[in-house]
């Protein structure tokens, strides 16, 4: 990964190649609540340095520490989405949920945090995918991460509407995941889970992704 002048690194691999599989296809710019953005507010359209900006007076002002892993649209374009656009913060949040969730409010951002990742589905997370996750900033004060990829694309999984399928999609294609690593991941995932019927509809979410995820590799190869 290489780092960008202010402390962000830029997680885009050597040489990516957009995705453009018809399966995985993204066609809209949503918010990660469902919102489509349209053109009359970009203005408001967040990004990483105004994020980044705002957490840095939030802790000036607090005092409190902000230990982020993000998920959702702001993710997307942390990870280097070419035209992702999202106006909310979502993600797993060590500490301080709510004083951060207000200080956002009072800058008109929707926030969408919680504690554990794990809890925002019956599905856990894989174990361990704290520890996979890597630092893009890493400040005094200021922590914020990304889930390795494959732990990103099952976050997606667990939800499985068509845009998430869309941006698992597309950073399974970015970051070269195999079909074979999300059923490892989901399989581990599966392990760590209460026993619940939901699970079969994340079983069978997992297993048509691989089979399109196989059929584009086996095109592109």
């Not at 599905?123 to 914020?144: H, K, L, N, Q, S």
Request: neutral net charge; contains cysteine.
């Amino acid at each position: 990964m290489r780092r960008h002048a202010g402390g962000i690194r830029d997680t885009t691999p050597s040489s990516p190649g957009l995705y453009h599989g018809s399966r995985f296809q993204k066609t809209m710019a949503r918010s990660t609540s469902g919102c489509t953005v349209s053109l009359r507010r970009l203005s408001t359209l967040l990004t990483l340095d105004r994020l980044r900006v705002l957490l840095r007076e939030y802790v000036d002002q607090t005092g409190h520490a902000v230990d982020l892993i993000l998920i959702g649209g702001m993710a997307m374009l942390a990870y280097g989405h070419p035209s992702r656009a999202t106006i909310d913060v979502d993600g797993e949040l060590r500490d301080g949920v709510r004083s951060l969730k207000t200080f956002l409010s009072r800058h008109n951002i929707p926030a969408n945090l919680g504690q554990s990742l794990s809890g925002w589905s019956v599905v856990a997370m894989p174990p361990g995918y704290r520890d996979r996750a890597t630092a893009m900033i890493d400040e005094p004060g200021i922590r914020m991460s990304l889930l390795a990829p494959v732990d990103f694309i099952i976050s997606k999984l667990r939800r499985g509407t068509d845009e998430d399928l869309a941006d698992a999609g597309w950073i399974a294609e970015r970051f070269r995941v195999s079909a074979h690593q999300v059923r490892t991941a989901a399989d581990a995932a599966l392990a760590a889970s209460l026993e619940d019927t939901a699970l079969f509809l994340f079983e069978r979410t997992v297993d048509r992704f691989c089979q399109a995820l196989d059929h584009t590799t086996s095109e592109s190869g």
